[in-house]
């Protein structure tokens, strides 16, 4: 099997970070869902995109790279000491999916959040984390006027695998933000465990 | 002689402001560098970054500037992630990388490798995270 450890460089400490991406499309409330659950006011980091861009400038012996960034918000959720999630708002746009790769990577689960009235906005990210089997749920976002649907419509409208849980959320609400986080982390066990068998038999 | 880029900001003799923009291109903190040194070490988003006992040697090397020396002060109070560093010196996490890996380098810190998708945590740390969730 795997032989190759998550060997730390480290000695002592064991200290474990879990990650977990929200995703979706457009303005749907990613931002909001990781601020409502996260412990500390969400961070925001840029990735640069240097390899994206093109001109390099050798004159001064020195790259000056043409670089443009992209944030990324995110959280934090303390288990105990040496336990922590953190939550990742990935950049909306398509074009950033490269991202998505390292973003994902090692990545516990995902969180597909959606708005039922436009539903499509959320096919690249379900595609995505399908195909590359990464554990995810979807949560419906419901915006006020929206509660239309139930989830077995949404499932169904976005032709999810059977299993794939749908919750229905208000991503400013931290309760119902921490419910679905529990359906995920839930769900990533059971998909781990059900690979492992698998992969055993 | 260390000292020098680090004076400019550390007695807030800012002669620009917020509204003029990126002054330094990220990269030149960096020497150019996009890469870190050693490698191969790829550093996660989440990997983890603490002080080791050596950290000092921080303030002795010429080679290393002020923002290296910001990291090590970030990381002096708790392990950090590398995301979190990032915000923290309010600097890219491509820069941050680079900056880290130079640290690394010199054994002045240590950093966790991002799990291998093959190795998700097992059952109880995920029944651990559940609980956690709850009793938040
Ligand atoms: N009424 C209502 N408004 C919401 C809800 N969730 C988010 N909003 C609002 O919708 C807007 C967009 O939310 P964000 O959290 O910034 O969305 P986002 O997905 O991070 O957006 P981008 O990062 O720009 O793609 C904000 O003004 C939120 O206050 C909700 O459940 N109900
Ligand atoms: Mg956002």
Redesign the interface.
Same mark, same amino acid.
């Given at each position: =099997?795997?032989s #190759?450890h998550?060997? &730390?460089?480290? *000695?002592d &400490?064991t @200290? !474990?970070? !879990?990650?977990i991406l929200v995703a979706g499309g457009f303005g749907v409330g990613k931002t909001t869902l990781v601020g409502a659950?996260s412990e500390i006011k969400p961070?925001? &980091? #840029?990735?640069?995109l240097?390899e994206a861009g093109q001109s390099v400038d050798d004159t001064e $012996?020195? *790259?000056?790279?043409v &670089?443009t960034?992209v944030a =990324?918000d995110?959280g934090? /959720?303390t /288990?105990?000491s040496g336990?922590s999630?953190?939550l990742?708002g990935t950049p909306g746009q398509d074009r950033f999916w490269f991202l998505w790769d #390292?973003?994902s990577? $090692?990545a516990?689960g995902a969180v597909v959040l959606a708005d039922t009235r436009r539903l499509e906005d959320c096919f690249p990210a379900v595609d995505y984390f399908e195909h590359r089997h990464i554990p995810f749920v979807v949560a419906v976002n419901c915006f006020t006027g929206a509660r239309a649907y139930g989830a077995q419509d949404v499932s169904r409208a976005l032709d999810l695998d059977q299993g794939t849980p749908v919750v229905l959320c208000d991503a400013r609400d931290?309760d119902s933000g921490?419910e679905v !986080? /529990?359906r995920l982390? #839930?769900y @990533? $066990?059971r998909m781990?465990?059900a690979r492992l068998l698998n992969s055993v038999g | 002689m260390t000292e020098n880029g680090g004076a400019l900001r550390d007695q807030g003799s800012r002669w620009y402001d917020g509204e003029a923009g990126p002054l330094i291109r990220p990269y030149a903190l960096t020497g150019g560098r996009t890469r870190p040194r050693p490698s191969g070490v790829h550093l996660d988003l989440i990997a983890l970054v603490s002080l080791h006992r050596d950290a000092s040697m921080v303030h002795g090397d010429f080679r290393l500037g002020p923002e290296h020396r910001a990291l090590v002060e970030l990381c002096r109070g708790e392990t950090q992630s590398l995301a979190e560093l990032a915000a923290g010196t309010d600097l890219p996490v491509g820069v941050v990388r680079v900056l880290i890996g130079d640290l690394l380098e010199r054994g002045c810190v240590t950093a966790s490798r991002p799990v291998p998708p093959a190795q998700l945590p097992d059952e109880r740390v995920l029944s651990e995270v559940i609980a956690g969730l709850k009793a938040l």
């Open positions: =099997m795997v #190759e998550p060997d &730390t460089t480290d *000695d &400490t @200290a !474990l970070a !879990l990650k659950v961070l925001r &980091t #840029e990735e640069l240097s $012996g020195v *790259d000056h790279k &670089t960034t =990324m995110f934090r /959720i /288990i105990r336990l999630l953190y990742f #390292e973003l990577q $090692g516990l931290r921490k !986080l /529990i982390v #839930e @990533a $066990g781990h465990t | -």
